[in-house]
């Protein structure tokens, strides 16, 4: 359950990409494959919009609320590996969004998924992933303010989620945010959560889709908000 509320409270009110999802859909047709699911904000936002969309991730929690929310939708769901997935049918379009393609543990998981999503995709077929685009390193020092919380009251418990660091660790950028729950009776709980993101660039990510037969196409941008970085889009057709 609290994995369910975290994901919604960092990830779930992000909105600026989802045109962008949307015209891929209308553009590609079905059925269509989102790789990373999550709780749905995206695969639930195409399928309202009348898509057949699968929905994958590897997260059993998240993938149970994204079919709940979604009943009466034709959205599907299936827990697998983003590196290692054997699923029906030609997607006319796979969808990785939010950074998703830089959780696969560098070079050779990026490489495993590649393939995996080639064979998936029919003829023709596109495969769009949103890269961060723009993260700078910072630290929240003692006495310093830190950017705001994510913060949600869910049966009287407040949860906070703050970002306090991005760490350039070389080949990986590694996003901390500090985790606070308040109940009812002012019992406070505070852990920590890191996410580690690859770096990789438009250009290389490129570069290993071709070796593995995609074929680059124009690249598109999702513009920063105040609370996310922007991506940039690398779209490669099969
Ligand atoms: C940043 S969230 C994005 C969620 C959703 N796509 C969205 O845009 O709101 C990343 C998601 O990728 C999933 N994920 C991470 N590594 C994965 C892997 N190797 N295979 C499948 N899913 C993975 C996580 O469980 C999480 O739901």
């Known amino acids: 359950m609290s994995t369910v509320i975290w994901h919604d409270l960092e990830c779930g009110s992000y909105t600026e990409d989802l045109p962008l999802w949307r015209a891929f859909a209308d553009e590609c047709g079905d059925p269509i494959l989102e ?3 999550g709780t ?17 991730d590897l997260d059993g929690e998240l993938l149970a609320a994204l079919e709940q929310r979604g009943a009466g939708l034709d959205v599907r769901t299936t827990r697998a590996d983003a590196r290692a997935f054997e699923l029906d049918g030609g997607f006319a379009l796979c969808l990785v969004p939010m950074q998703t393609i830089q959780l ?19 003829d023709g077929g596109i495969l769009a992933a949103a890269l961060a685009d723009g993260m700078e390193p910072f630290e929240v020092g003692p006495g310093l303010p830190a950017p705001l919380p994510d913060i949600c009251e869910i049966d009287g418990v407040v949860y906070s989620s703050t970002p306090i660091a991005v760490i350039d660790d070389g080949d990986a950028f590694v996003l901390e945010r500090r985790r606070e729950t308040v109940t009812a009776d002012g019992t406070r709980s505070c852990s920590q959560n890191t996410v580690r ?5 438009a250009p290389q990510l490129e570069r290993e889709a071709t070796a593995i037969g995609l074929r680059p196409l124009e690249r598109r941008r999702v513009n920063a908000t105040d609370e996310y970085v922007g991506s940039e889009v690398v779209v490669l057709r099969a």
Request: aromatic content about 2%; cysteine-free; charged content about 25%.
């Open 197 to 201: 993101l690859d770096r990789i660039a």
């Open 35 to 37: 790789v990373g699911a």
């Open 40 to 56: 749905g904000r995206v695969a639930l936002e195409l399928a309202r919009g009348g898509h057949e969309v699968m929905a994958l």
């Open 104 to 122: 696969l543990g560098g070079p050779s998981g990026r490489a495993e998924f590649l393939r995996r999503a080639r064979a998936h995709l029919r």
